[in-house]
């Protein structure tokens, strides 16, 4: 979703999956023929139909769980439970699944998740006032004009250069996913790419790209990222360092693998506009133009950009668990989506305060950006829900020991590939990175030493599964909510990353087996 000064004109439903209405007095667009056959689904129905699946195959799979110890499953302690709950209540759990993803509370006692109950908070609230805070903070930027001025100007210098601020900007989005696991922290760049990248003479997708596909990447190859390396290696009782040097090697190679991937297709699409994968939707055209007449930035306006600037700048450095990767002179904030949420809020009315836009007017702006942005936030919602019927019909824990026993007696180079790819669809169900680490490394580590390969190599082999699933899992907020900013299709998103995600998995499969090599 691309939030403008204006109230935007609504994409075609089966393009971004729903939008905005468009404000009285907005003339509406022209008639769009529609075309017969199919469409595909919006993402909302994508979600709900993978919400139905899996709560299908919860009366398939068997329920069972492992003992705990300090948060983390016991080896060897898998058994079947029995469920107390009858049909109606499961019938419930899918019922109240939106719910349970917003703000669904998990029992200490029974482990299961409800609305109103004690215990830790499980739902997306925090992200979803996230989302809806970074559309406010966005749409009042915009309403001062200096962000579309801004950008043209940016553009216009940058011509020239396009394929290096390609390169720059997905190693910059892979470096905050190897370092501390960008995810739902790129949510807030989408509103700046896509403009970008559209003055550029790209297409949505890669404006799309630049950011899911960067972080993504450098989150499968994860180095020193506390939520994926730091929780799996303390899982596998190692150290975080431990196979570092691999992790170094995967991340440049993989990162200029995606890189080169993504410019190929932006140099095609600027080559020729006709072969891009997503449709120009018909506000397209007036963001490329939008600033181009616009002369020398104002004092307010360059104060606003210096405020936009700061905030973002001010976010990552916020999120960095500066401790963990042994930086001293930096505080550790701890920062998380409440605070970040709190961040955009302010800096929206303290971005209105500078540009004069009056009360009505930043009070105006920020409904209206939170309105603009609500679509994605009910899909991570959404995507929050399936989960949550997983663990209340208490199939993960199933899924996890039937993986153990795939692995069990093969060889180090084997045992290191089949590690990777028994992850994949423990990835999809658990698309949490620490969440995932924190359930299988108690399992899955310890037979490493059965099969002569380091525990490091395990750590490796779950974080980059997590990270290749949660490039392209509709379980997954990061994907779903992006693309629905972006106004992507999934199925024209799968489409283009189909190829890359083939190139990916036979590059992992060769580090793995480096890997187990090396020791």
């Known amino acids: 979703m691309s939030p403008r000064a204006s109230a935007p004109t609504p994409a075609p439903a089966d393009e971004a999956g729903g939008g905005a209405p468009a404000a009285p007095g907005t003339p509406a667009p022209p008639a769009v023929p529609k075309k017969k056959g199919f ?29 705990t110890k300090d948060g983390g499953p016991v080896p060897g302690t898998y058994h079947s439970v029995h469920l107390t709950q009858d049909f109606g209540a499961r019938l419930k759990d899918l019922f109240l699944s939106p719910v349970n993803g917003l703000y669904g509370v998990t029992d200490d006692t029974s ?32 309403r001062t004009g200096a962000l579309t001025s801004g950008v043209a100007r940016l553009a216009d210098r940058l011509q020239r250069h396009r394929t290096l601020l390609l390169i720059v900007l997905m190693s910059l989005f892979s470096l905050g996913g190897t370092t501390y696991g960008m995810a739902e922290e790129t949510l807030g760049f989408y509103g700046l790419m896509i403009p970008l990248m559209l003055k550029l003479g790209y297409d949505r997708m890669v ?12 989150t499968l190859a994860s180095t020193v990222n506390p939520f994926a390396t730091g929780v799996a290696s303390d899982s596998a009782g190692i150290g975080t360092g431990d196979g570092i040097v691999l992790r170094l090697l995967m991340w440049a190679v993989l990162t200029a693998l995606a890189a080169g991937y993504v410019v190929r297709y932006a140099d095609r699409v600027h080559a020729a506009p006709g072969r891009s994968l997503v449709a ?15 002369g020398k930035l104002t004092a307010r306006q360059k104060a606003v950009l210096a405020l936009f600037a700061a905030t973002f700048l001010f976010m990552i450095f916020a999120v960095i668990p500066w401790a963990d990767l042994h930086v001293t002179f930096l505080p ?15 800096a929206a009315v303290l971005v209105g305060l500078v540009a004069g836009l009056g009360e009505k007017g930043i009070t105006n702006a920020i409904t209206a950006g939170a309105g603009d942005f ?34 069990s007696g093969t060889s180090s180079g084997f045992f290191a590939v089949l590690m990777f790819l028994v992850n994949l669809p423990l990835a999809f ?7 995932h680490a924190a359930l299988a490394m108690p399992i899955l580590a310890p037979l490493a030493d059965f099969a002569g390969v380091s525990r490091a190599a395990v750590v490796t082999a779950y974080q980059s599964a997590s990270g290749w699933v949660n490039l392209i899992t509709p379980t997954s907020a990061v994907v779903m909510g992006g693309l629905a900013l972006a106004k992507v299709r999934y199925d024209r998103y799968l489409r283009f990353i189909a190829p890359l995600m083939g190139i990916l998995l036979v590059a992992v499969a060769g580090f793995m087996v480096l890997g187990a090599a090396l020791g």
């Open 111 to 142: 482990g299961l998740t409800a609305p109103g109950g004690t215990g830790a908070f499980f739902g997306a609230a925090g992200v979803f006032l996230f989302v809806l805070a970074v559309g406010a903070f966005i749409t009042v930027t915009l």
């Open 207 to 218: 404006g799309a790209t630049v950011i899911m596909v960067g972080a993504g990447v450098g």
């Open 374 to 407: 609500i679509g994605a936030a009910m899909i991570i919602m959404l995507a929050r829900g399936v989960t949550v019927i997983m663990n209340n019909a208490s199939v993960t824990d199933t899924i996890l020991d039937r993986l153990q026993h795939a692995v």
């Open 332 to 346: 550790t904030l701890g920062w998380y989506f409440p605070e970040l949420a709190a961040l955009f809020i302010a």
């Open 429 to 435: 169900f658990v698309p949490s990175s620490s969440g």
């Open 39 to 67: 469409h595909f689904p919006s993402a909302f129905t994508v979600l709900a139909a993978v919400t139905l699946a899996v709560w299908a195959l919860t009366f398939v799979i068997p329920s069972g769980r492992y003992e």
């Open 280 to 294: 120009p939707l018909p506000e397209d055209e007036a963001l490329r133009k939008e600033g181009a007449d616009a």
